[in-house]
């Protein structure tokens, strides 16, 4: 069981926008930056959101994401079909180890 | 080109060791945390350890209970994960990824895995 809470799938049709939600403890979301990280199908994961809203370098402006108290969210706006992938949230926790949410599964309908 | 290329893994018997390595080139290696995570077959992301750009600061996951050791090698550009007494549920891709590090009053802490590697399969398997 994940340290990070997240469902465990979403849907939406092209162009819809859709939310993942991540919720954790005053000891990791609560204290430390939360980062997005998504991995399409048989590849590595790539970093999608930064210190909580940041967007890397290359990563479209229809992904967004926010922070308050212990929990966070990933929204994607215009949804399209190569956003179908695995998206995990994860922080630091002040109990010195990094953690991960279980991963949602993200469907284009 | 900024890369991560790892290496090692293979199919062990359980109770084994097995030694994984990760090549970083295109950046400045020694400025960065690095740290290992794992991904069991049809499982999400398990954060495995992380190292310091110095190897001041190390950290492991509490599940791994002392079996695993990471260490790096800077002037090799080189991070390493030393597995021992192997099982089973060791069985995943492994990556390696790179990490900006913040310093805190508390130490060094890693920041976002900016880039990863394509991972290496482990498979503990009599």
């Known amino acids: 069981q994940s340290v990070l809470t997240q469902p465990p799938s979403a849907s939406g049709t092209p162009g819809q926008r859709v939310t993942i939600s991540c919720s954790g403890s005053?000891?990791?979301?609560?204290?430390?930056?939360v980062y997005w990280y998504q991995q399409l199908s048989g590849t590595a994961p790539k970093l999608l959101i930064d210190?909580?809203?940041q967007r890397p370098s290359g990563v479209p402006d229809r992904f967004s994401g926010s922070k308050s108290g212990t929990s966070a969210s990933l929204a994607i706006s215009g949804l399209r079909s190569e956003d179908e992938a695995d998206y995990y949230c994860?922080?630091?926790?002040?109990?010195?180890?990094?953690?991960f949410g279980g991963g949602t599964k993200l469907t284009v309908l | 080109e900024v890369q991560l290329v790892e290496s090692g893994g293979g199919l062990v018997k359980p109770g084994n060791s097995l030694r994984l390595s990760c090549t970083a080139s295109?950046?400045?290696?020694?400025?960065?945390?690095m740290n290992w995570v794992r991904q069991a077959p049809g499982k999400g992301l398990e954060w495995v350890s992380s190292?310091?750009?110095?190897?001041?600061?190390?950290f492991y996951a509490a599940s791994l209970k002392g079996r695993f050791t990471i260490s790096r090698d800077n002037a090799k550009n080189s991070l390493f994960l030393q597995m021992n007494s192997l099982r089973a549920d060791d069985t995943a891709i492994y990556y390696c990824?790179?990490?900006?590090?913040?310093?805190?009053?508390?130490?060094?802490?890693?920041?976002?895995?900016?880039?990863w590697g394509q991972g290496t399969t482990v498979t503990v398997s009599s």
């Open positions: 990824a790179r990490a900006d590090e913040a310093v805190v009053i508390r130490g060094v802490l890693p920041l976002a895995m900016d880039v």
């Open positions: 295109g950046f400045n290696f020694n400025t960065y945390t």
């Open positions: 190292i310091s750009s110095s190897s001041s600061y190390i």
């Open positions: 005053s000891s990791n979301i609560g204290s430390n930056y």
């Open positions: 210190r909580n809203n």
């Open positions: 994860a922080a630091w926790d002040d109990n010195l180890h990094s953690v």
